[in-house]
């Protein structure tokens, strides 16, 4: 029987195929910062749940964050089929470790060093099409004309994937300053 490859779905959002989970992570916060990635996620979310939120970014963009949100879910779970090949724990550095604080609070220490163990934990807890469907439930709400809410089981989507995030732009980051740490 043929393994089946999990297509990292870039196409949609940088005109290219990207293969390898990396060059992904790389081409997104390349492409969009980690700050405008939370808050705008976290704006689609409010506003699948209440209309009188005011989103601020138009349809195009938002769909454009739902395609790099779910090619960065992919990459990540590409990553966790392969977590012998590619976990490096990365021992502390002062002035990156301060710098990194800022924008991952939400991480443990533990999880600060090895930003892998987020993978492990957030893929344990859900599935793969668990994430992606709640992903789709939330922009289903955000633009289109659904007269209910979505399901209340997306906030524990919501909170994963930006551990993922959080997981992503630290390995994005120590591949870029690789050789000051």
């Not at 959002?13 to 997104?28: F, T």
């Not at 994963?160 to 740490?181: G, M, P, S, T």
Request: glycine residues 2%; contains cysteine; proline residues 2%.
């Amino acid at each position: 029987m043929k393994k089946e490859k999990l297509s990292l779905k870039a196409e949609s959002w940088c005109n290219r195929k990207i293969k390898n989970p990396y060059e992904l992570i790389q081409a997104i916060f390349e492409f969009e910062s980690l700050t405008n990635f939370k808050t705008n996620f976290n704006q689609l979310l409010k506003y699948a749940f209440d209309k009188k939120f005011e989103i601020y970014t138009s349809p195009m963009e938002s769909l454009e964050i739902f395609n790099m949100l779910k090619s960065l879910i992919r990459a990540s779970f590409k990553i966790l089929k392969n977590i012998d090949k590619y976990e490096r724990i990365r021992e502390t550095n002062d002035v990156l470790h301060s710098k990194y604080l800022v924008y991952v609070s939400g991480l443990t220490y533990d999880q600060y060093l090895n930003p892998y163990l987020i993978f492990k934990e957030v893929f344990k807890e859900q599935t793969l099409s668990q994430i992606e469907f709640d992903i789709q439930d939330i922009m289903e709400h955000a633009l289109g004309n659904a007269s209910s809410c979505p399901s209340e089981d997306i906030c524990i989507s919501f909170i994963n994937i930006n551990r993922l995030l959080d997981a992503c732009w630290l390995i994005f980051n120590r591949e870029i300053y690789d050789e000051e740490v």
